[in-house]
């Protein structure tokens, strides 16, 4: 069993800053591909950030030039930069575990608060 833990989640004002943390109790952390997803109430669950495995990152659109993710492998971490915040930004932040062969796992998720 796996479990994923977010961290770092809070209520900020827009144009703030806030790193996520999601930390995996899997060893060999290294070979797995980790994602950052997102839901506002109402919502679906959206794809936010990607980091593989080789360290190659990719973000959806709205949120390309304010987020960066990054992974530190000897800590089985894996973080969420988030500048320059607004409120569509606000939502529930999920990290997912994940490699091509259908293996998964999903954190608990951490509350984003972004006021205007």
């Known amino acids: 069993q796996v479990q994923l833990v977010e961290s770092g989640g809070g209520l900020v004002q827009a144009g703030g800053s806030l790193r996520l943390s999601c930390t995996a109790s899997?060893?060999?952390?290294?070979?797995?591909?980790m994602g950052w997803y997102r839901q506002a109430p109402g919502n679906p669950r959206e794809w936010v950030a990607t980091?593989?495995?080789?360290?190659?990152?990719n973000y959806t659109d709205s949120v390309k030039g304010r987020f960066s993710v990054a992974r530190d492998n000897g800590k089985n971490t894996v973080y969420l930069q988030m500048n320059s915040l607004k409120p569509e930004d606000t939502a529930v932040y999920y990290c997912?575990?994940?490699?091509?062969?259908?293996?998964?796992?999903w954190g608990r998720g951490t509350q984003v608060t972004v006021s205007s």
């Open positions: 980091i593989t495995s080789g360290g190659i990152t």
């Open positions: 899997r060893s060999r952390f290294s070979v797995y591909d």
């Open positions: 997912r575990m994940f490699q091509i062969s259908g293996f998964e796992y």
